[in-house]
């Protein structure tokens, strides 16, 4: 009765470990019990036929020899295995069709969005003393032209035409509307544009400079892709236009004024051609080159590494509940340690991929710079900014590391891999392209862990903008929603082990 005691026992500390095997363990204590209770005769008896045929039949016993395919005894096998293998695949074709449609529609309707891509137009020509007393030239035209530009139905930039009033008549003002991303660009007709281009033909001015009649602002390190493949082209493009036209238009007005000497026009050449022209001011250039992977592309490996910790960490955690000769570890406290003990790996794994950054030589030491400023490679936080680069990146990875985690103990093997190709493009496609283009259906993108990984990190590493309060909250509540859900899933995992055990042992 001990004995029968003890076994019972072994049965019931076992069933709460995934990786232990009951039935194997109760077999081999048989065969011990058995063996003490005749002495180990039973041993003898058992095979009673081998003696007498000298082995025989222990060797028709042996295992089946391999046969071929189309073999009658394996049949069933094979429509079981046709069955399996037509559902899988059309799993996996269902799965094509509806995951990687998130990443390709993502840019469906750019040509139809461009216009989101609002584009202040400020006309100072002429409204701001001592230059009220000329008549504006310059600035009128420009405003007519990009007005009748949102009316074409073609592809185009959101321009809006601003007062400017609204930024108090300053035209620096407007450089600091567009750092704080109110618009994406601006294009200033300075105050003087049409009374200095008037100076330099009646005066014959050499020393004019076409390019000071405008200005287009922008911040290029906010978007670098959204910049140099919709704005920038669509800018130079009306830019080109504005000159050839307002060109043609100055040239035929000097040529017929006669008070005008010939001397003074060929003293200033440049005043009547080009007439006008566009300095360009990227408050925040992209640059260097290397700067590339910490804000787009390698940041998917911030994903793949949270994402294999489960396979790598889950056989060390096991030792814990798996008895090899020490009692197994409560499974409330084996859920404090897996918690405590992935946060703390993510520490050092999120150190390790931000080292990289810094042994590439990515600026994080510059001191920062004024956003009305140009300036390349200002830092968000002087010589503190890799410290800060570091928490977003150990932050990030916490919020989607816990989600795999979650995940994978949710939905088991082999579907991890399907989650890991979903959370990589429903991330990438809201994170390294504007969500201005994208459908309205992607504006839950705002809420997904890498588009304030890379928002922040843009703004640490260029010292743009700074909305770091906002991205840092979203990412904490995925870890603190992840950090709830945590100890559930644990225990739908161990429910489902012991289920499928049970399954076995009945089968």
């Not at 709460?16 to 109760?26: G, H, L, Q, R, V």
Request: proline share 6%; aromatic share 12%.
């Amino acid at each position: 009765m001990a004995a029968l005691e003890d076994r019972d026992s072994s049965r019931r500390s076992l069933s709460w470990y995934p990786n232990s095997s009951p039935d194997s363990k109760e077999t081999l204590g048989d065969q011990n019990h058995d063996g003490e209770l005749d002495g180990g005769e039973n041993g003898k008896d058992q095979n009673p036929d081998r003696e007498m045929d000298g082995g025989e039949k222990g060797k028709d016993q042996g295992p089946p020899q391999p046969v071929g395919f189309w073999d009658k005894n394996l049949r069933k096998t094979r429509l079981q295995v046709y069955r399996r293998w037509l559902m899988m695949t059309s799993i996996l074709a269902t799965f094509i069709l509806a995951v990687l449609s998130i990443y390709w529609a993502v840019l469906l309707h750019v040509e139809q969005n461009i216009s989101s891509l609002v584009v202040y137009v400020v006309d100072f020509d002429g409204q701001v003393a001592p230059y009220t007393s000329v008549t504006p030239l310059l600035g009128p035209m420009i405003t007519q032209m990009t007005e009748e530009s949102q009316r074409s139905s073609m592809p185009h930039l959101g321009y809006v035409t601003m007062p400017p009033s609204t930024f108090n008549n300053d035209p620096l003002q407007v450089r600091q509307a567009v750092y704080d991303q109110k618009a994406w660009a601006a294009i200033v007709v300075n105050p003087n544009a049409t009374a200095l281009l008037l100076q330099a033909v009646q005066q014959g001015n050499a020393s004019y400079e076409p390019l000071g009649a405008c200005q287009v602002t922008y911040v290029s390190a906010r978007d670098q892709e959204t910049h140099s493949a919709y704005i920038l082209p669509q800018l130079n493009s009306l830019q080109n236009e504005i000159i050839s036209s307002f060109g043609t238009m100055w040239t035929t007005m000097v040529l017929q004024n006669t008070s005008i000497p010939l001397t003074n026009l060929q003293n200033a050449p440049q005043a009547l051609n080009p007439a006008i022209g566009f300095s360009q001011y990227s408050l925040r250039p992209f640059a260097p080159a290397i700067m590339t992977p910490a804000v787009t592309i390698g940041l998917i490996y911030l994903i793949i590494i949270s994402f294999f910790s489960f396979a790598f960490y889950m056989p060390i955690h096991m030792k814990f509940l798996i008895p090899e000769g020490h009692p197994p570890l409560k499974f409330w406290q084996f859920i404090v340690w897996r918690w405590s003990s992935t946060v703390i790996a993510y520490s050092l794994m999120s150190l390790a991929y931000s080292l990289i950054s810094l042994a590439f030589q990515i600026p994080f030491a510059n001191s920062t710079a004024a956003a009305t400023e140009v300036a390349e490679n200002p830092n968000a936080y002087g010589k503190g900014t890799f410290v800060v680069y570091w928490m977003i990146n150990y932050v990030g990875m916490i919020a989607l590391g816990l989600a795999c985690e979650n995940v994978a103990m949710l939905i088991g093997l082999p579907w991890t891999a399907m989650w890991l190709i979903f959370w990589v493009i429903t991330n990438v496609a809201t994170s390294f392209y504007s969500l201005e283009l994208a459908p309205k259906f992607y504006y839950w993108g705002y809420a997904w862990p890498l588009h304030n990984i890379v928002e922040a990190s843009r703004t640490i590493l260029f010292n743009l903008h700074s909305r770091i309060g906002l991205n840092l909250g979203v990412l904490l509540a995925w870890c603190a929603v992840n950090s709830a859900l945590f100890p559930l899933c644990c225990y739908f995992m161990r429910w489902k082990s012991t289920r499928e055990k049970k399954k076995k042992a009945a089968a």
